[in-house]
Antibody, heavy 124, light 106 residues
Framework: QVQLPQWGAGLLKPSETLSLTCAVSGGSFSGYYWSWIRQPPGKGLEWIGETDHSGTTNYNPSLKSRVTISVDASKNQFSLKLSSVTAADTAVYYC??????????????????WGQGTLVTVSS | DIQMTQSPSSLSASVGDKVTITCRASQGIRNELAWYQQKPGEAPKRLIYAVSTLQSGVPSRFTGSGSGTEFTLTISSLQPEDFATYYCLQHNSWYTFGQGTKLEIK
């Protein structure tokens, strides 16, 4: 059973840096990409970025200048940092598994397991 | 960027009804489409992947279909636990979700 507990600070002031971590238990850590996705209150879902176990990352162009996703493969954990936050960054942030990485290096698939979500509020 | 246009944005229906939700992609996405169900306060749950493959444990009243740029999620006979918000996701070129369809009890 794959589980993705996540944690991090839930209340930030404008201009601060958001920091969240997600741990992976069960399943293969090296066999997937690992993503961060967010959802503003009452709104839809937005993909933020992803990492594989080696630290190869891909980011949503709309957030790329402020996002860093890092990995600690020795602990099966990955983390999100989002700098210079504003009220517009207030959202529930989820970590998720997917896509699968095949032996050839090709990756394919959607998000099958999700963390429980962390509400991050940005307010002065 | 690939845009996903989901309709309707909200839908009222009764237990036992059949409902259909549609997602249109701004360009062809092959079979790289999934459907998710989200209940208040919970993370999204994947129902269907690769357009029509049912996630393990998901009831067979959920079916997905479509190709190219137009895709549908059909719930054949609504149950009380199906009232939730549904999202499509394309993963052909990075990842884009539809805007969501809130399914409410009539």
């Amino acid at each position: 059973q794959v589980q993705l507990p996540q944690w991090g600070a839930g209340l930030l002031k404008p201009s601060e840096t958001l920091s969240l971590t997600c741990a992976v238990s069960g399943g293969s850590f090296s066999g997937y990409y690992w993503s961060w996705i967010r959802q503003p209150p009452g709104k839809g879902l937005e993909w933020i970025g992803e990492t594989d176990h080696s630290g190869t990352t891909n980011y949503n162009p709309s957030l790329k200048s402020r996002v860093t996703i890092s990995v600690d493969a020795s602990k099966n954990q990955f983390s999100l940092k989002l700098s210079s936050v504003t009220a517009a960054d207030t959202a529930v942030y989820y970590c998720a598994r997917g896509p699968k990485i095949y032996v050839s290096g090709w990756s394919w698939g959607s998000f099958d397991y999700w963390g429980q979500g962390t509400l991050v509020t940005v307010s002065s | 960027d690939i845009q996903m246009t989901q309709s309707p944005s909200s839908l009222s229906a009764s237990v036992g009804d059949k409902v259909t939700i549609t997602c249109r992609a701004s360009q062809g996405i092959r079979n790289e489409l999934a459907w998710y169900q989200q209940k208040p306060g919970e993370a999204p749950k994947r129902l269907i992947y690769a357009v029509s493959t049912l996630q393990s444990g998901v009831p067979s009243r959920f079916t997905g279909s479509g190709s190219g740029t137009e895709f549908t999620l059909t719930i054949s006979s609504l149950q009380p636990e199906d009232f939730a918000t549904y999202y499509c996701l394309q993963h052909n070129s990075w990842y884009t979700f539809g805007q969501g369809t809130k399914l409410e009890i009539k």
